[in-house]
């Protein structure tokens, strides 16, 4: 038996993605609307970031339970405090959401004084790692900057796109895109954790090895419209095999420098690391049963003249003898 | 077939030995330190000083690595963090007022890579430990001032030409109202109103004047946009002018100050933890006002006590309680004021205070002082506190003031723009610089976010981040050494020098590390991977379609490239969309990773193919390729 080379995809494999293109279509449909629904409806635990307040990380010298922490507080008299382990089991992030229009911090540092008494017991004393205070209209202009960060993103891929390829695959491309980036936020959603800056830095650059990966995919199915004699179909499902090895060894590779980032990066690397994750499996599914079946669709669909070098060399072409 | 052009190997060799320099700055440890800077003129820094240090530390029981002298500060080099604390808690107290100690991180980067100019990257916050704040600049309460300073103008103006007037107001959507008595010339008034705004708006420096209208006898000033916008951006830069001398009081080795959006400052302040007396000392939003004094302490208690406080004055009181008579008008303004400086005055030898107001104070003040030689002059420090309403439901925002006399000193001559207060001690000149510098915001601010970052935190968030690079980084060498034998060997050469061109582009163009960074480092990885396996897996396609070995490593390298650059490309326009949208951390991250992938294209279009040319081009009889 063979060892090397390694390959953990059979080489030329026939496999008739395009089959079910229509399964896939709905599929992608049904997941877009259920993400869109679990976003809508569930929303994010979002972090200090994008709420204001205060966020108090304590460390304490034995594991703390989160329960008697919170009942700690309660009785203390700081109310509505989310308390949840980061990292380590003696580490606590403490976080007390701040008043709709408070606009300065001032009285964090006593806030976070009293925070602080009222979690430690005299057994188990806590030490204060770091404190944060957000002021309202910092956390409001983050979301502002948020939602003009992705909106600049999906038009420079549009635009891009459609100058190196044509408006079909820039359109697609932006859709499956939208789509991995609404499953994973719907996926993040689920999981009930902190929404914080570093995750939108996730989702954003989700968004980029996404539109990575079909980029990849359609960048064949271009070649192959121009040099084979196929009818768009064949071209595609051959794109896509061809391309198959390379997308599942790309995100395998991704997938593994992520992962030592979620193990080994500590609790504000997480949300990171877990969105980047979640990215990377639902990008290369995207791309490969996806991107392609979309090309089909009404407008979208894509025919070999789309693809042909356009009407100035016709003209060149017509010019010959 | 297969050959490489010469320049481009000359090339890879420029880039790998320049990146190797620039990137060897961070191997070097830092160490913890404390760094002494005199704060007075008289303190210097001098071998005495260093002695002195020396005898301090040795009493604590603490032994430094060195102690070193240069450009006018002392460096005391220490083994640990710990160390670093105890030796700035004995030294602070013991080295007294004229100097202040600071915690440093000191680098051991050798003389002759600095001079090449190869210096590590300086820690995030989150890294090293310290204290960030950001604060809003109220801009418009800087405007609602200004817009007063105008009103008051006009007053002067009309009063000096004998013009009479019922009132001059600012109305509340910043223009000034001015009603005229019957009778009164309103054309001269006009007049004198646009002569009297004409060199305090904003027409010298090329904006547009105010609009001034007349209705009967109503006349209207509304400045320009364009001023509007100047005063704001004005009070911004001016604030930050005078925050920056407050920090570097502090005490801490390199505060950063950055201006964020339009109207929001950063400021970091590494090592500290105690954010109470940085924030007090930042945070003083308090401003200024001369007033000329219309009845000393005597008059004015009879006058409190009394209850018949004259109509043009106000009582106001000093640190000691006492009170004093003010004249309701203000002579000049904090906004005014340029600078403050404790000095020992040359004529008498005795302590004072230097103060330069700018030159329109400085007419005021000349008015003034040459027909009050002989009257004292006022000085008002007046604390804002910000505090929130409710009225009717809605918040009303809104400040509580206040007032203290801090200065009270008799007129000795005739002076304009810069002048000086004498009848000090030493320490109150030291302290009435210290408050009129502190004084001299020209907008209020408030501080809308802060974050606290113990050290030990910091210790381990750099352990984390290298932990997870190095990790991230094993996984993929090891998994292309399995996957592709040779050029999984030449892809992993490549994505050493990779790492290496991100290491000493961040550290050349001083960029900041942080745990984002160290994110995005690890990312930058992850897609670097993606040329490689895109080139590798084009030549293991070509080879199956039986094409020869050499004429496949060069059809794979071509078709991959196309693809390498559009996917790639669009990496970049995510991060550059991070970039221009984030801010501090998020920034850090979309840098790492834009730099990363610009890197990756040259490390596997140019590198890699180098190597496998050099590898295999001088097989004559080539029969199969180890991919």
């Known amino acids: 038996m063979k060892i090397f080379p390694l390959t953990l995809i059979p080489a030329n ?10 399964v896939w279509s709905a599929l992608f449909v049904l997941l877009f609307v259920a993400s869109l629904a679990v976003v809508g409806l569930k929303g994010f635990n979002f972090a200090l970031d994008f709420t204001g307040g205060t966020a108090v990380n304590v460390r304490f010298e034995q594991p703390v339970s989160v329960d008697d922490v919170r009942e700690r507080l309660d009785s203390a008299g700081i109310a509505n405090a989310q308390v949840q382990t980061f990292g380590s089991g003696n580490d606590l992030l403490i976080r007390v959401r701040g008043a709709e229009d408070q606009k300065n911090v001032d009285g964090n540092a006593e806030l976070a004084a009293n925070v602080l008494s009222a979690a430690s017991t005299p057994d188990n004393p806590g030490q204060i790692l770091s404190t944060e205070s957000i002021g309202s209209q910092v956390s409001g202009d983050l979301r502002k900057n948020a939602i003009y960060a992705a909106i600049f993103v999906l038009v420079g891929f549009l635009l891009y796109i459609s100058l190196r390829f044509e408006w079909k695959f820039a359109v697609v491309a932006s859709l499956t895109t939208l789509f991995d980036v609404m499953v994973v936020a719907a996926l993040f959603s689920l999981t009930g954790r902190e929404f914080d800056l570093t995750v939108l830095a996730g989702l954003l650059s989700v968004m980029g090895f996404s539109i990575n990966d079909t980029i990849v995919v359609f960048d064949r199915v271009r070649e192959n419209f121009r040099g084979l004699r196929a009818d768009p179909l064949e071209v595609f499902n051959r794109s896509i095999n061809q391309t198959l090895s390379r997308t599942i060894i790309t995100s395998l590779v991704f997938f593994l420098s992520v992962l030592a980032l979620f193990l080994y990066g500590g609790g504000s690397l997480e949300g990171l690391a877990l969105t980047q994750m979640m990215g990377a499996l639902v990008g290369t599914l995207s791309s490969i049963f996806i991107a392609c079946p979309l090309l089909t669709w009404g407008v979208l669909r894509v025919t070999k003249q789309d693809l042909l070098p356009k009407a100035r060399d016709e003209e060149a072409l017509a010019r010959r003898p | 077939m297969l050959e490489f052009p010469r320049w481009k190997y000359a090339l890879i060799l420029v880039v790998l030995v320049l990146a190797a320099l620039y990137a060897l700055p961070n191997a070097y440890q830092k160490n913890p330190s404390v760094q002494i800077t005199p704060s007075t003129s ?43 604390t105890v030796a700035s808690d004995v030294l602070r107290p013991a080295l007294g007022e004229n100097y202040s100690v600071a915690l440093n991180l000191a680098s051991t980067v050798p003389q002759w890579l600095s001079d090449l100019g190869a210096r590590p990257m300086s820690l995030g916050l989150d890294l090293q430990g310290g204290v960030h704040f950001v604060m809003q600049v109220d801009q418009a309460a800087a405007l609602q001032k200004r817009v007063e300073g105008y009103a008051d103008g006009i007053r002067t103006a009309l009063r000096d030409a004998r013009i009479g007037y019922s009132s001059v107001e600012r109305r509340n959507d910043n223009t000034i109202g001015v009603v005229l008595v019957e009778g009164a010339d309103v054309n001269a008034a006009r007049a004198r109103i646009i002569e009297s705004l004409a060199s305090a708006s904003g027409q010298v420096v090329g904006g547009s004047g105010p609009q001034v209208l007349a209705d009967g006898n109503r006349i209207t000033v509304r400045l320009s946009q364009g001023e509007i916008d100047r ?62 004094v219309t009845g000393d302490e005597n008059q004015a208690a009879a006058a409190v006590a009394s209850g018949s406080i004259p109509a043009d004055s106000r009582v106001y009181y000093d640190q000691n309680e006492r009170p004093l008579l003010l004249s309701r008008r203000v002579l000049v303004s904090g906004e005014q004021l340029i600078n403050a400086n404790p000095i020992t005055d040359p004529e008498t030898g005795m302590p004072a205070v230097i103060i330069t107001i700018n030159s329109a104070g400085g007419k005021r003040m000349l008015d003034h002082t040459l027909q009050n030689v002989g009257n004292r002059l006022g000085i008002v420090y007046v604390e804002r506190i910000p505090t929130v309403r409710t009225v009717n439901g809605e918040e009303v925002r809104g400040s509580r003031s206040v007032e203290r006399v801090i200065s009270s000193s008799t007129i000795q001559g005739v002076f304009g723009r810069e002048f000086r207060t004498t ?27 802060e974050r606290v970052v113990g050290p030990s935190l910091g210790a381990e968030n750099v352990e984390r981040g290298l932990t997870a690079v190095l990790y991230a980084f094993a996984f993929t060498l090891v998994f292309f050494m399995l996957y592709y034998r040779m050029f999984g060997i030449v892809t992993c050469l490549a994505l050493i020098l990779n790492l290496l061109i991100v290491v000493a582009v961040m550290s050349l163009f001083g960029a900041t ?56 490309l669009t990496g970049i326009i995510a991060g550059v969309a991070l970039y221009a949208f984030g801010t501090g951390p998020l920034q850090g991250f979309a840098v790492t990773l834009v730099i990363g992938i610009v890197a990756s294209m040259f490390t596997a279009i140019v590198v890699s193919r180098a190597l496998v040319t050099l590898i295999y081009a001088p097989r004559k009889k080539l029969k199969s390729l180890a991919i």
């Open chain 2, 423 to 449: 009848g000090l001690s030493r320490e109150e000149a030291n302290d009435l610089a210290q408050q009129l510098k502190a004084g001299a915001l020209a907008a209020p601010m408030d501080f809308v976010e």
């Open chain 2, 231 to 292: 005063i704001a951006a004005d009070a911004v830069e001016q604030n930050r002018t005078v925050i920056s001398n407050r920090i570097n009081s502090i005490g801490v080795a390199e505060p950063v100050l950055q201006r964020q959006g339009e109207d929001r400052l950063v400021i970091q302040l590494p090592g500290l933890q105690d954010t109470a007396e940085a924030k007090r000392l930042i945070g003083a939003t308090a401003t200024l006002e001369f007033r000329a």
């Open chain 2, 513 to 568: 590390m942080s745990l984002p960074g160290f994110a995005g480092l690890a990312l930058s990885i992850g897609l670097s991977v993606d040329a490689n396996v895109l080139i590798n897996e084009r030549i293991r396609e070509e080879l199956r379609a039986g094409m020869p070995p050499k004429a496949a490593i060069v059809t794979g390298y071509e078709k991959a490239s196309d693809t390498i650059f559009d996917s790639n």
């Open chain 1, 13 to 22: 494999t026939r496999i008739d993605f395009m089959r079910l293109r229509h």
């Open chain 2, 42 to 84: 008289e303190a210097r820094i001098d071998e005495a000083l260093r002695q002195r240090v020396e005898v301090l530390l040795s009493e604590a029981g603490v032994t430094p690595i060195g102690t070193e002298i240069d450009d006018n500060h002392l460096l005391v080099r220490l083994h640990d963090a710990d160390a670093q």
